[in-house]
Each structure stands twice: as C-alpha cells, then as structure tokens.
C-alpha cells in the first residue's frame, strides 16, 4: 500500500496512490507500507532513486544505517510496534530524504506514523523543507516512545504495588504466592518492552545526528533536531533508571518467594521438634523387653502420655522464649 501526502491550491491532501495514477504537483510525502515489488520498481522508476530491498534493508540495519548517495539521504531506524500488546516487537523503517520529497518504507504501521499524517492534514501545519518534515515525523516518533516508556514505568507501579503490599507474606490471605508469581511474569514483559525501547532510541538518536549533519540548514530545523536528541537521550537515561528498577524489584521478588518457602520450611521444623520427643518416649515403651515394669503397673499408661505431653510442651515454651516461634 502506498499513501500520497501533498499540497494543492494551499491545502494538504492524503489518499492511496496506485501505480499507474500519475503523481501530483507539491508531492512531499510518499508512505509505502509493505510494498510489492510491481510497487517498488514503479516507485523508483516514478521518482528516480533507489530504493532498497528488503534484504539490502536488514544488511545495512546491521552493517550501515545511515549514508547518503547521490544527494538522497537513506537512514534506517528500529520503531516499536504492538507496544501495548503481550508480544511487542520492533522492525526496520527506512527513511527516504531527497531535497523535496520525504519516501517512508516500512512493513510495521507505527502510530507515529497515523499521528503524524492527521497532524498534516490541520490547516496551519506547515513543514517548508522535506528535512523540516522528516524532523516532525520523528518528533511524533519520539512521543510515541516516551508514552511506550510511561508504559513500563505504569507496568513497574503495579508490580511494585504487588511486591510491597499489604497482602505479601499475610497469613490471612491464603494465595499470597500468586501476587509474587505475576509479579515475575509482569517483570519480565516489562523488561522485554524496555530493552526494545532502549534499542530503538539508540537507532533513533543515531539517525537524528546524522540528520542534523546532513540536512539542518535551516535553523528552525536544526533547532528541532537539537530539541529531539535531547529528548531521546532524556529518554536513553530513563530506560538505564528503569532497568535497575525491574532488577531490583525482580530481587525483591526473589527474596520474598524465599521467604515464603523459608516459613513453609520453618512450620514443618517446629511441627518435627514438637513430636520428636513424644515420638521417642512412644518408642521407648513400645519396646518388647521382658522386664518393663511400667508395663504391669495400673499408672503406667497415663504417666508415659504424661511425660509425652511434657516432652512437646517444654520445646514450645523454651523456643517462645527465644523468639524462634
């Protein structure tokens, strides 16, 4: 699918494009989502550039993201999607930056991207060079990562919430251990979102510097290139702060669940020191010698339950002292 964005008689207009419509005057914005190649040769043949594959997309996500060929600016950048969802994951856009015209090629559909195009259509939203739009597409970008972090950061709240509450470890609460284990699986989705949030903002501010060597010309574009690296790098910050946040309460989890095994553990000790020395005293006098003499005497029976009520209790009362129990 391919979207036009462009000028005509002072107003900004949006729709598909079909390959064999010709292209209109004050085209500057060309948004290709999974492109076919019918659509990616028609493209290149319609505007006169290269445009990278798929393949050559992923080689230069790793090899070279950024370079400029033949005064066409191509930079790639990793952008989150399904950031909301349980399996969040990022994918490669591929920015397109001539001297009047910006070409967007992606397979995910980034809410950016749908906030930036309404914030086109407004009619006192002007971008006067294509560089100037491209900054305003990653200021959407940037505020879209920034609410995908106050995600994690809302994710942490509630966790933290969980670990620390009133009900953790509560003896009246008899399923306190399954706050502790949605703690972990909550941890570990937040902990997925923010290393993916960490790596976008890495290309992004890597993107935004080689932009602001190759296209801030203009002060008011430089200005918001300026403004924008600043952001991502606020944002870099948050996420190392965040972070040690999900390690420290992924501790603090651990601890608590140990100290709930370590109290199960602890009931069955006491339960064992309680019924040992009875449990000896019963085997004492369930020996078959020959000559028992508590064995004939009528007072027998209840002196040896006697000294086995004793032999619990005295334990009882010696760990209340010490504050073992």
């Known amino acids: 699918m391919i979207t036009i964005t462009y000028r005509k008689d002072n107003e900004t207009l949006s729709h598909p494009w079909q390959i064999t419509d010709p292209l209109p005057e004050g085209l500057f914005w060309m948004d290709m989502i999974a492109p076919t190649l019918e659509e990616h040769l028609a493209v290149e043949k319609r505007l006169t550039i290269e445009i990278p594959s798929k393949t050559e997309v992923w080689k230069n996500n790793v090899l070279n993201r950024l370079y400029v060929e033949e005064d066409i600016a191509y930079m790639t950048a990793s952008l989150i999607s399904k950031a909301d969802s349980p399996y969040p994951k990022t994918s490669a856009v591929t920015f397109i930056l001539g001297k009047q015209f910006m070409l967007t090629v992606h397979d995910i559909t980034p809410t950016s991207f749908k906030n930036?195009?309404?914030?086109?259509?407004?009619?006192h939203e002007k971008f006067h060079t294509s560089a100037h739009l491209l900054t305003g597409l990653f200021e959407e970008i940037v505020n879209r990562v920034a609410f995908n972090s106050e995600l994690v950061v809302?994710?942490?709240?509630?966790?933290?919430?969980?670990?620390?509450?009133?009900?953790?470890?509560?003896?009246?609460?008899?399923k306190s251990s399954?706050?502790?284990?949605?703690?972990?699986?909550?941890?570990?989705?937040?902990?997925?979102?923010?290393?993916?949030i960490s790596d976008?903002?890495?290309?992004?501010?890597?993107?935004?510097?080689?932009?602001?060597?190759?296209?801030?010309?203009?002060?008011?574009?430089?200005?918001?290139?300026?403004?924008?690296?600043?952001?991502?790098?606020?944002?870099?910050?948050?996420?190392?702060?965040?972070s040690d946040k999900i390690t420290f309460l992924l501790d603090a989890t651990l601890g608590l669940i140990n100290v709930e095994q370590n109290v199960i553990i602890?009931?069955?000790?006491?339960?064992?020191?309680?019924?040992?020395?009875?449990?000896?005293?019963?085997s004492i006098y369930g020996m078959n010698f020959q000559h028992m003499p508590e064995l004939s005497w009528v007072g027998g029976y209840p002196m040896a339950l006697g000294i086995m009520a004793l032999c619990a209790i005295i334990p009882y009362i010696y760990f209340r002292k010490k504050g073992w129990l």
């Open 200 to 242: 976008s903002l890495h290309s992004i501010n890597r993107l935004l510097v080689f932009l602001k060597q190759v296209a801030s010309t203009e002060a008011t574009t430089a200005a918001a290139i300026e403004l924008a690296i600043s952001d991502t790098q606020a944002l870099k910050a948050q996420c190392a702060f965040l």
């Open 116 to 123: 930036f195009s309404a914030r086109l259509l407004r009619p």
């Open 154 to 174: 809302s994710s942490l709240d509630e966790v933290s919430h969980d670990v620390f509450g009133v009900n953790v470890l509560d003896k009246r609460v008899k």
């Open 266 to 282: 602890k009931i069955f000790s006491v339960v064992a020191v309680f019924f040992l020395p009875p449990t000896m005293v019963s």
């Open 178 to 196: 399954q706050f502790l284990k949605s703690a972990i699986k909550k941890l570990g989705a937040a902990a997925d979102l923010n290393s993916q």
